[in-house]
């Protein structure tokens, strides 16, 4: 049965469906030796790899995720494509013109943790799918010729269940040919590609490939997406409904913790950069005496420093700014000011 062919049923939205598990009562499979090749393939080989891949109910609709308007609005007319597939191609007869139009191909592009695997899980939410997430250490074979057949299977698992296929860090699956190929290891990146140009010429249904280097992929994936849906950093608005989400009314803060002052010292911050702040100042809020255990500037600041060093450290990131080089604000504290200046 094919992605159209599954009735348009709501999914459940919470938990994840268990993993495929090898029979109770099974010994452990015996491994083959470390360095040989695993033996031939049987004829339930293709069977197992399919079941490999993980076949979850979404966690996240689309209204969750904060987005600007011009996301959302690319977004919902993907989403439309799908949801009024038959009007569009039977219907009003746009078959005959889009012979590919039973594949919908979605790129998500955009810096890390700014929200694009919730999008994938709100796009499956919204058709009533469940969604397989393909990364590409599932990918990846250390032996040659295995990771085309990880490909095939892949694209199984999500027909076989009317899924939604999603390949994560999908810059390292469609990134260019190589050219000059000198190595064997070379040509098995190049017929990898080919596989799943393949794969996705076949394909019927809703796949999803999100990336954080949109500009590595090979010209000939990219003709084959249909929607390339920038997924920014937040904006000033955006990052306030963020820390709306990202404080909530259990967690014990000082008054001058708001919104809108997280949102200012959060400038460039990615939501999952956001959300990494706000557990970290309340993790260390939460080791203090129990009538100091509250969230504050303190922490938040604090905490943001730590997290710019870091990203200087790694070279992702101008350094923090000297004490001398930003305003200083009246109720900023001491030792937040002791710490920026030794950091920088
Ligand atoms: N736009 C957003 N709206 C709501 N929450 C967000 C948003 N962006 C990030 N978050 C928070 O950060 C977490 C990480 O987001 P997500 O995994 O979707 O980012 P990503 O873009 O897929 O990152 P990566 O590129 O590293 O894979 C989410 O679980 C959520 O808590
Ligand atoms: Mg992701």
Redesign the pocket.
């Known amino acids: 049965m094919g992605f159209w062919d599954h009735r348009m049923d709501r999914a459940p939205t919470s938990g994840r469906a268990p993993a495929a598990q090898p029979p109770a009562a099974q010994p452990p499979a015996a491994q083959p030796p470390a360095a040989q090749p695993p033996a031939p393939d049987r004829a339930s080989d293709a069977d197992d790899r399919v079941a490999r891949f993980d076949v979850a109910p979404p966690r996240?609709r689309l209204a969750?995720?904060?987005?600007p308007d011009s996301a959302r609005v690319q977004l919902g007319a993907l989403v439309a494509k799908v949801e009024h597939h038959r009007t569009l191609y039977e219907a009003w007869g746009l078959a005959s013109i889009d012979p590919c139009g039973r594949r919908v191909a979605i790129n998500?592009y955009?810096?890390?943790?700014?929200?694009?695997?919730?999008?994938?899980?709100g796009i499956a939410e919204r058709l009533s799918r469940p969604i397989v997430t393909v990364s590409y250490a599932e990918l990846e074979s250390k032996y040659v010729g295995e990771t085309p057949k990880n490909i095939v299977a892949a694209f199984e698992a999500a027909r076989r269940h009317g899924a939604v296929l999603f390949f994560?860090?999908a810059d390292s699956i469609l990134g260019r040919r190589l050219t000059a190929v000198t190595q064997s290891a070379d040509h098995g990146v190049n017929v990898s590609r080919s596989v799943m140009l393949l794969q996705l010429d076949r394909f019927e249904g809703v796949v999803i490939f999100?990336?954080?280097l949109a500009k590595n992929y090979d010209g000939a994936f990219v003709r084959r997406i249909l929607g390339h849906v920038e997924?920014p950093l937040?904006d000033v608005a955006?990052r306030e409904?963020?820390a709306t989400?990202?404080l909530p009314p259990s967690l014990p803060r000082a008054h001058d913790v708001t919104t809108e002052w997280l949102a200012s010292i959060s400038d460039g911050l990615?939501?999952?950069?956001?959300?990494?702040l706000v557990v970290g100042a309340a993790t260390r809020a939460v080791q203090r005496s129990a009538d100091a255990q509250r969230l504050t500037r303190d922490d938040l600041e604090a905490e943001a420093l730590a997290f710019r060093a870091a990203r200087h450290a790694v070279g992702i990131d101008a350094p923090p700014p000297r004490i001398d080089e930003r305003e200083a604000t009246d109720d900023e504290s001491a030792a937040v000011r002791e710490r920026r200046s030794t950091v920088s």
């Open positions: 996240y969750d995720v904060v987005l998500l955009g810096p890390p943790g700014t929200g694009k695997t919730m999008c994938a899980e994560d860090e999100a990336t954080n997924i937040p955006g409904r963020l989400r990202l990615s939501g999952g950069e956001m959300l990494h």
